[in-house]
């Protein structure tokens, strides 16, 4: 007997659907491709390489590092408006069909430069959008991203610790604490 046909037996004998059913038959249907209404783990991938091109690994850790594909899927599935999950889930795809166009290629194998070029110019085209924004327009695509993977990142602990200045709580409150001109920010 195939899944498919156990859940329809056993939905005909409880007179309703089986809850969680769809779990069941994950593995019968295709991957979906990114930029569904769910984020899939090639979504979070996908995010995670989209944060590693803006906050890329140098001497300090990058966007990756810190898990900031895993972090925006939260914040967006628990924070964000119906209007903005749609937004920003249709963006996912926006973003690599935009990569595909210009650079015949999709975001996940384009190389560091191709990336970087293709968020350098939606990063113009979201802030022309947004200075010539209305309140009730909705928001760009790109924005939430990157607003994303920055409160990620500098929430995160390796952001948190190892780029920015931290002194774990409780410490003493020093309002004359000496400021050296290229201090690293503090973490709060």
């Not at 994303?148 to 200045?165: C, D, E, H, I, W």
């Amino acid at each position: 007997m195939e899944r498919r046909e156990l859940l329809k037996l056993i939905a005909l004998a409880t007179g309703s659907a089986l809850i969680g059913g769809e779990l069941l038959l994950s593995g019968c249907t295709n991957t979906p491709t990114i930029g569904g209404n769910t984020f899939s783990e090639a979504d979070i991938s996908f995010l995670d390489e989209v944060a590693e091109t803006i906050i890329p690994k140098t001497t300090t850790p990058g966007a990756k590092e810190a898990a900031v594909g895993t972090f925006m899927t939260v914040m967006v599935n628990d924070c964000y408006t119906k209007d903005d999950q749609k937004i920003f889930h249709e963006g996912i795809a926006k973003l690599d069909e935009a990569c595909k166009k210009t650079h015949n290629t999709s975001f996940m194998k384009a190389s560091p430069e191709q990336r970087t070029s293709l968020l350098t110019t939606l990063d113009k085209e979201a802030k022309d959008i947004q200075q010539a924004k209305k309140k009730e327009d909705p928001n760009h695509y790109f924005t939430m991203m990157k607003q994303l993977t920055l409160l990620g990142f500098f929430t995160s602990k390796p952001g948190a610790t190892q780029v920015l200045r931290h002194i774990p709580v409780p410490g003493k409150y020093d309002g004359n604490f000496p400021y050296k001109k290229g201090d690293k920010a503090w973490a709060e």
